[in-house]
C-alpha cells in the first residue's frame, strides 16, 4: 500500500464535557467534571475554570462543526454528556431536551458529510450516581449506564455507525472520580479498588456492547483507552520487568479483557498474590465473553510515553509492584522534549503502539485523540501554532509508517481537537484547538472563534490523504 485507503476516517474527538457549558440548560444536570476538585498537574499554577460556560460549545455547536466541514473532517467523535441525558443519573425517564440536542448534532453532521463517532462515557457521570451510590464501584450503576446507554442509541440508531463505550478506561482505577465517580471507601486498600473497579467498568463496557448490538446491530462498536506505553528506564533486566508489568496493568489490561472475554493470567496472579477477591458474578463473566466476540475495534488516545524503573529502595516484590503501579516518580525520558506540562513528545512511540496493539489483537485500530496543549495568545485575530503543526507532522508521518510499512489496519485518525476547550484539569491555558477560543481564565470575552494556522495546515493535509505534511500555510 502506498497511500492510506481512500475511507480513512480522517478527523477530530472533542470532550462535549469540557467544552459545552451551558451547565445547568435543559434539565441537565451537575457530573464529576463540573464538580471535580482539581489536583494540578505536578509544577502547574492552579487556574481553573468553572465549567458553567467553558468554551460555549453548548451555544456553538453549528460554528463549531462548519469550522470542522471546512477543514475537510470525513469523521468527529464527541461525547453525549450523560447528565444531559439523565441529571441525576437514575431517573426513571431520560430528559427529552438532551437527547434531541445531540440528535440535532448528528444530523448536521451528517448534513456536512462527517461521520459521527459517538463516545458514551467521558467524565460526565450524573453527580449524583458518584455521591449517593460511589460510581461504578457499584453495580447498580452500571445498570444506569446500560440504561444512559440504551436512551441514547434508541435515539441514534440508524444515523450513527460508531461507537465508543467509554472514554480512557484503563484510566479508572488511577482517577477513580473524574473516570469512574467513585472514590475508595476506608475498608478497601488501593489495589482492592484497583482490581474492583477494573472489572466493574469491563462489565459496563462489555453490557454497552450488548445493549448497542440489540438495538442497532450495523453499529460498529469500539473499546477505548488512554495510551501511554512504558519504557525501561535502562536496559537492566528489573527496569525491563518493571516495565513490563506496568504495561500490563495500566495499558494492556482493559483490552485484554475486552478481546478475550476472560481475565488475563497476570491480573488473576497480582489479586492472588494480594488474596483480593472480585465481586464477579458468573452472568456478567457471561456478558463479559459475550461482548467480546462482538467488538469490531479497539480505539486509543496518544499524547506522549513514560518511563519506567524499578525501585531499589523496595526489595519486597509485591510492595515494589504497588510502587510500581502508583508511586509515580516523574521519570524523564532523556531523548524527548516535553511541552510546558511535561508531557514528552514521543511521535515514533505512536508507532510501536499501534504496531504493537496490531499484533497483540489483530483487530483493527482507531487513534481517537492525539495533540498537544499549549499555552497560546491571540495576537490581531491570528495564533501562529507552529508547534501545534509540528507535532501533527511527526505523529502523522509515524501512523503512515505504521500503516504502509508495518502493514496495521488503522480506520482514522481523530486529532485532539477541533476548537479550544477546557483541560481535563479545568484549564482553558493549555489549549489543543485548530480553532481559537476568545475568552480568558477569568474574563469570558466574547467567546468568538478564530482558526488558527494548523487549521489551514489540517485542511491541506486532509485533502491530500495525509500526502501533503510540509504545506506551507498562507495565513
Ligand atoms: C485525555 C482525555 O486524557 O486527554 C481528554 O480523554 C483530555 O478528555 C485529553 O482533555 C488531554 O488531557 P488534558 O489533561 O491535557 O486535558
Redesign the pocket.
Known amino acids: 500500500m502506498s497511500r492510506l485507503k481512500e475511507d480513512f476516517l480522517w478527523g477530530g ?1 472533542l ?1 462535549n ?2 467544552a459545552e457549558g451551558g451547565y445547568l440548560e435543559d434539565g441537565k444536570g451537575l457530573n464529576v467534571y463540573d464538580t471535580l476538585e482539581v489536583v494540578p ?1 505536578p509544577g502547574i499554577a492552579p487556574m481553573f475554570c468553572d465549567t458553567a460556560v467553558a468554551t460555549d460549545h453548548y451555544h456553538h455547536y453549528k460554528e463549531d462543526i462548519d469550522y470542522m466541514a471546512e477543514m475537510g473532517f470525513k469523521a468527529y467523535r464527541f461525547s453525549v454528556v450523560w447528565s444531559r441525558i439523565h441529571p441525576m443519573g437514575d431517573d426513571e425517564k431520560p430528559n427529552e431536551a438532551g437527547l434531541a440536542y445531540y440528535e440535532d448534532m448528528v444530523d448536521y453532521l451528517l448534513e456536512k458529510g462527517i461521520e459521527p463517532v459517538v463516545s458514551l462515557v ?2 460526565d457521570m450524573p453527580d449524583h450516581l458518584a455521591k449517593e451510590y460511589n460510581g461504578f464501584l457499584n453495580k447498580k450503576v452500571i445498570d444506569f449506564y446500560e440504561k444512559h446507554v440504551a436512551s441514547v442509541v434508541e435515539r441514534l440508531k440508524g444515523k450513527v455507525k460508531y461507537y465508543i463505550t467509554y ?2 478506561i484503563n ?1 479508572a482505577p488511577y482517577h477513580p472520580s473524574l473516570v469512574a465517580g467513585a472514590h475508595k471507601p476506608d475498608d478497601m486498600n488501593q489495589e482492592e479498588l484497583f482490581a474492583q473497579l477494573t472489572v466493574n467498568v469491563e462489565v459496563a463496557h462489555a453490557k454497552a456492547v450488548e445493549v448497542i448490538k440489540r438495538i442497532d446491530p450495523k453499529a460498529q462498536v469500539g473499546g477505548m483507552l ?1 495510551h501511554a506505553p512504558f519504557y525501561p528506564l535502562t536496559c537492566k533486566s528489573e527496569d525491563i520487568l518493571a516495565a513490563d508489568f506496568k504495561n500490563k496493568m495500566h495499558n494492556y489490561l482493559p483490552f485484554d479483557i475486552m478481546t478475550s472475554g476472560e481475565l488475563p493470567v497476570y491480573f488473576l496472579n497480582f489479586m492472588n498474590q494480594r488474596h483480593i477477591s472480585v465481586d464477579y458474578s458468573e452472568e456478567e463473566r457471561r456478558i463479559v465473553k459475550s461482548a467480546s466476540t462482538k467488538l469490531d475495534y479497539l480505539a486509543f ?1 496518544y ?1 506522549r510515553s513514560n518511563v519506567q524503573s524499578s525501585f531499589e529502595d523496595i526489595e519486597d516484590l509485591t510492595e515494589l509492584e504497588n510502587a510500581i503501579l502508583f508511586d509515580n516518580r516523574g521519570l524523564k525520558n532523556p531523548h524527548y522534549q516535553a511541552n510546558e ?1 511535561g ?1 514528552q513528545i514521543d511521535s515514533e512511540g505512536l508507532r510501536y503502539s499501534l504496531v504493537d496493539f496490531y499484533h497483540r489483537y489483530h483487530k483493527p485500530l482507531f487513534i481517537v ?1 492525539n ?1 498537544i ?1 499549549i499555552d497560546e495568545k491571540l495576537v490581531n485575530g491570528k495564533v501562529y501554532d507552529d508547534e501545534r503543526i509540528s507535532y501533527y507532522q511527526k505523529h502523522i508521518t509515524s501512523i503512515k509508517r505504521a500503516v504502509l510499512h508495518d502493514g496495521v489496519d488503522l480506520m482514522g485518525y481523530l486529532a ?2 477541533p476548537i479550544d ?5 479545568k ?1 482553558i491555558r ?1 489549549r ?1 484547538g485548530f480553532v481559537y477560543v476568545n475568552r480568558d481564565f477569568e474574563d469570558l470575552l466574547d467567546l468568538k472563534r478564530y482558526p488558527k494556522k494548523s487549521f489551514y495546515w489540517y485542511q491541506k493535509v486532509i485533502q491530500t490523504q495525509g500526502e501533503d505534511l510540509d504545506n506551507q500555510v498562507d495565513y
Open positions: 474527538a470532550s464535557v469540557q498537574e467521558h467524565f472514554n480512557e484510566l488512554g488516545s499524547y506540562w508531557w485523540e495533540g496543549g485532539w481537537s476547550f477546557l483541560s481535563s484539569h484549564e493549555k489543543y
